[in-house]
Structures are given as C-alpha cells and as structure tokens.
Antibody, heavy 118, light 111 residues
Framework: EVQLVESGGGLVQPGGSLRLSCVASEFTVSRYSMSWVRQAPGKGLEWVSVIYVSGSTYYADSVKGRFIISRDNSKNTLYLQMNSLRAEDTAVYYC????????????WGQGTLVTVSS | QSALTQPASVSASPGQSITLSCTGTSSDVGGYNYVSWYQQHPGKAPKLIIYDVNNRPSGVSNRFSGSKSGSTASLTISVLQAEDEADYYCSSYTNLKIPGVFGAGTKVTVL
C-alpha cells in the first residue's frame, strides 16, 4: 500500500529553521513528482514546492528564497528545508505525490504541524 | 500565483444534487485540462476525487463528476449523502509550471 509519512514539525521561533521529512513506501520517490502543500489553521490548501523527476524544483512566491525542496533516493525520502521562518508559515505541511506528466496529487501524507511563534 | 475562486459554502438536503464552481483564468483552468478536485474531512488529509477535469480515480463514487467550460470548472455531487459533508478544493496546473494552484475551498453542508 502506498504510504507517505511526514515528520519534523514542531514549534520554532520566528527566524528559525526546520527540516521536514516525508518517507515513502511502496513506490520510488525519484520516479514521481513530489510536492509539499500546506494548510494554515482554518484555511485552505496552498501549494508550496515541487521537485520533478528531472530534479527541477519550483516554489511558491511566498517561500521562494527561504525553503528548499530535495530528495534522498537512497532513503526514498522527500525533504523540505525551511529557513527564516515567519508566523505566516504556521500550518500543517503535507507531502503529496503526482504521477509523471500529470498535475494532480494522487496520494497525500497525514501531515505534520509547524508552528512559528515566540 | 492567484488562487482559484470557489464559493465559500453550499448546502443541500440528502438525495439532492449540488454543483460546485471553480473559476480561474486562461493561465490555469481555461488553458489546460488539468483540473482536479479534492475532498477533505475535518482533521484528515485531502483525498483526490476528480483529475484531468472529469476522471475519477479507482474507488471514488460515481456520484462525483467533473466538467469545465472556459475558465470555470465544476464538480457535481449527485444523490447527496451525509458522508459528503466536507471541504472541497479545486486545483489547476498553471503556465508557471506549478502543478497545483488551489481554490479557497467550498464547505459542503448536508442539511
């Protein structure tokens, strides 16, 4: 059964850093497009970043220059390095899978909560 | 990276049908047949229910159907059931190579 399990969330002060991980099971991360999508408390979904099969990466304007998406093929794991965190980055962060050459998210993790507060 | 426009809420009685709208521009919904819809129950992860405008993943009820006209996509839920009460989000590919710009979501209430 395909599974995505996120970890690494927690409480961090403004300006701090955090690295999220997303371990995949029953499929190979490097053969799919992988995204991070976040949801602020009581708000809607916001796409954050994607890494394509080719390795190309893209970011939402709101996180560009602060967040870095990457993957470790040997660990079948997706990462999101979050730097210079702001209060508005507080959200549940989901990792989500997309089939190559498609633009929908067919599997999602359960999410990990990031709280940015002093 | 503007969000797509969705009505905030829709309500109906069990057995009725409802249609949720999702309006974008020629740079997203109107320019590509890559509209998807997600159902999210409180405290749960989103679940894909429609992809590429009108395709249902395996296991999703045929009471859910999708369509598109111009820059507006629609999700129809027929024979509404209590379990359909949830938030629904549309998403579209954009010309900025972003896989998914989302709408703000529509809360569906089953009366």
């Amino acid at each position: 059964e395909v599974q995505l399990v996120e970890s690494g969330g927690g409480l961090v002060q403004p300006g701090g850093s955090l690295r999220l991980s997303c371990v995949a099971s029953e499929f190979t991360v490097s053969r799919y497009s992988m995204s991070w999508v976040r949801q602020a408390p009581g708000k809607g979904l916001e796409w954050v970043s994607v890494i394509y099969v080719s390795g190309s990466t893209y970011y939402a304007d709101s996180v560009k220059g602060r967040f870095i998406i990457s993957r470790d093929n040997s660990k079948n794991t997706l990462y999101l390095q979050m730097n210079s965190l702001r209060a508005e980055d507080t959200a549940v962060y989901y990792c989500a899978r997309s089939v190559p050459a498609s633009y929908f998210f067919d599997f999602w993790g359960q999410g990990t909560l990031v709280t940015v507060s002093s | 990276q503007s969000a797509l426009t969705q009505p905030a809420s829709v309500s109906a009685s069990p057995g009725q049908s409802i249609t949720l709208s999702c309006t974008g521009t020629s740079s997203d919904v109107g320019g590509y047949n890559y509209v998807s819809w997600y159902q999210q129950h409180p405290g749960k992860a989103p679940k894909l229910i429609i992809y590429d405008v009108n395709n249902r993943p395996s296991g999703v009820s045929n009471r859910f159907s999708g369509s598109k006209s111009g820059s507006t996509a629609s999700l129809t839920i027929s024979v509404l059931q209590a379990e359909d009460e949830a938030d629904y989000y549309c998403s579209s590919y954009t010309n900025l190579k972003i896989p998914g710009v989302f709408g703000a979501g529509t809360k569906v209430t089953v009366l």
